[in-house]
């Protein structure tokens, strides 16, 4: 790996540190407290509506938390002069379950299909071949979060998935409105993570059952309360999940208000700074892994 070392990579390098460091401070944990609040909700208050709220809310944190983690580690790189690797392309803008295993954790991706899924013939040895070596690949893959059944089931969950795309859904998906193959793409994505937020194959079961209908109440109270107080930031949250900031629509990329970045990110740092000294230990979510 070749290193270069200059004020403007060092400047990027900070810049990408402090963006990684907000996703992790002010968007991640934030969108951790709704979500455990919601889940901690006796069954007499739960809801169809607040369950929807929290785990949304959780698939926000676990993409702010895991590629907040990148960022910085990708920001650190470039300070002294290294250049990483990105490992996350907007997964959450995918048309289907298939793109978005090419943008969320792409590191991972490659690992598996290099050293697992081409080894075992990849798409060399007939397509019967294909579909075994794929639900191989995401049995592992759950395997490798962690030995057990919600770590099992979410492997095979995206396996079948993937099987089902490949097979024919791809095809269909490229005929459909876009806004439609995002909502199955993120229908599917949230679903699958119901197995990630809980260690407890039960409490998922039972979390899913929420979801669908098998609650006390389709709104109440609760549900309206945590819908209105976290409204704002789960707008915040799903225009940072966007690539809006790369784009033209991003006033900061014109010229004249490019100089007030520094400043910004230097808020940002201080802001950040202020909520780690004042919250509880918070680690990042995938160091369980």
Known sequence: MSRRENLNQFYEGVLRFTVGLSKKVLLANSCGQVFEAVRALPASQASVIASWVGIICYTFQIYFDFSGYSDMAIGMGKMFGFDFLENFNYPYISKSVTEFWRRWHMSLSYWFRDYVYIPLGGNRRGFRRQIINIMIVWLLTGFWHGASWNFVIWGVFYGIVLIIEKLFLLKKLEKMPEWLTHVYTMFIVIIAWVFFAFTDLSQAVKYLGTMFGFASSFVNKEAIFFL???????????????????????????ERFSVLIAPLVLIAFIVCTAFIVDASYNPFLYFRF
């Open 228 to 254: 209105r107080n976290n409204l704002v930031l789960m707008c915040v949250a799903a225009i940072a999940c966007s690539p809006i900031a790369k784009s033209d629509l991003n006033p900061f990329r014109r």
